[in-house]
């Protein structure tokens, strides 16, 4: 099964396994492919023959949102965009199967949010994470500034987020951020040996016990806040100049206004 170019979905062994199909734009993810996620994880999430979710992509994970359609939004557009990644994150969150992402390459922005949103993480020696949005005069827009200080700590969250800082495999498993660093080539088998292993637990027992985890660390109003204040984010000289710098390739100019 497929999305055209961008989704790609194989079913084995009651195994779901989500592709990002588009490594020549490092999987950049744009509206449409977005809701392409969106549809395909409603779809898996009502397949009783699949019981694990492997997100995965070519080359890299996914690099992030596509810069190029940011630039033509203004605050409700860039709010809607926001809805809408956090409807996708909040669905691999809130799936009653465990979602296992593996990455490799880059996982930016956006692509490091819908990483935070699974459950498990496994990485290659060589995945980069990251949120650079600041750089864009922008904020996490997909719930990393609640899911990444969730996961690793408010100190070590606010420096990834605040510096834009893009950290490598092995410094992200040091802090929390992803459970296991192999080799680039052992990256699949070591997220379907892991699926292999929960496909043979309880499914109404990790459902319970995944409710129960999530729901002790709720986080609701925080996610509507983060909406928005990304969108909010666009009605801001820096944000202008910040896409105009990317875009150009140099180095932005920020007034703070």
Request: aromatic letters at 4%; a negative charge; hydrophobic letters at 45%.
């Amino acid at each position: 099964m497929t999305t055209g170019e961008r989704i790609r979905i194989e079913k084995k062994e009651g195994i779901g396994t989500i592709t990002f199909g588009r490594p020549q734009s490092l999987n950049v993810l744009d509206t449409l492919s977005l809701m392409n996620l969106r549809d395909v994880l409603s779809d898996l999430a009502r397949d009783d023959a699949i019981r694990v979710l492997v997100i995965t992509g070519d080359i890299h994970f996914c690099a992030g949102a596509d810069i190029r359609e940011l630039s033509d939004k203004d605050v409700d557009s860039a709010q809607v965009f926001a809805e809408l990644g956090h409807s996708v994150c909040n669905r691999i969150e809130k799936m009653h199967k465990p979602v296992i992402a593996a990455v490799s390459g880059y996982a930016l922005g956006a692509g490091c949010e819908i990483a935070l949103a699974c459950d498990m993480r496994i990485a290659s020696a060589g995945a980069k994470f990251g949120q650079p949005e600041v750089a864009l005069g922008l904020i996490p827009g997909f719930g990393g500034t609640q899911r990444l200080t969730r996961l690793v700590g408010m100190g070590a969250s606010k420096e990834i987020i605040l510096t834009g800082r893009i950290i490598d495999a092995a410094e992200a498993h040091s802090i929390g951020l992803v459970n296991a660093v192999v080799r680039d080539e052992q990256l699949l088998d070591k997220a379907w040996e892991m699926a292999r292993l929960l496909v043979q637990k309880s499914p109404a027992a990790i459902k319970l016990a995944k409710r129960l985890i999530n729901e002790h660390h709720g986080i609701g109003g925080e996610l509507e806040m983060e909406i928005a204040f990304f969108a909010d984010c666009f009605a801001t000289e820096d944000h202008r100049e910040g896409i105009s710098a990317f875009l150009e390739k140099r180095p932005p100019r920020f007034k703070g206004v």
